[in-house]
Nanobody, 120 residues
Framework: QVQLVESGGGLVQTGGSLRLSCAAS????????MGWYRQAPGKQRTWVARITSGGGTNYADSVKGRFTISGDIANNTVYLQMNAVKPEDTAAYYC??????????????WGQGTQVTVSS
């Protein structure tokens, strides 16, 4: 089981920066993959970025070069640094944890979401 709590959302101007945090209830080093997804009003939830327990990272093309995902093992927290934000980044951002359980297979856990609004 993993509980995830996001924070850091808010209102930011185009071109500005924001840092989202996702605090996990267990060591992030024990979680296979943690990631960020976002969902704009009326649209499907889409993947933004991921970080593996080994420290590898991947990004959606729409945020590559602007967003950075990182992990703080000491504080069991994953961050999403958002730079040069655009109005199209406006969405609810959700933290995700994927755990592989030998008996159950892949398990998905979600946070409650944090709203990011980019003003033009």
């Amino acid at each position: 089981q993993v509980q995830l709590v996001e924070s850091g959302g808010g209102l930011v101007q185009t071109g500005g920066s924001l840092r989202l945090s996702c605090a996990a209830s267990r060591s992030i080093a024990s979680i296979n993959t943690m990631g960020w997804y976002r969902q704009a009003p009326g649209k499907q939830r889409t993947w933004v970025a991921r970080i593996t327990s080994g420290g590898g990272t991947n990004y959606a093309d729409s945020v590559k070069g602007r967003f950075t995902i990182s992990g703080d093992i000491a504080n069991n927290t994953v961050y999403l640094q958002m730079n040069a934000v655009k109005p199209e980044d406006t969405a609810a951002y959700y933290c995700n944890a994927k755990l592989f359980n030998p008996g159950s297979g892949w398990l998905n856990y979600w946070g409650q979401g944090t709203q990011v609004t980019v003003s033009s």
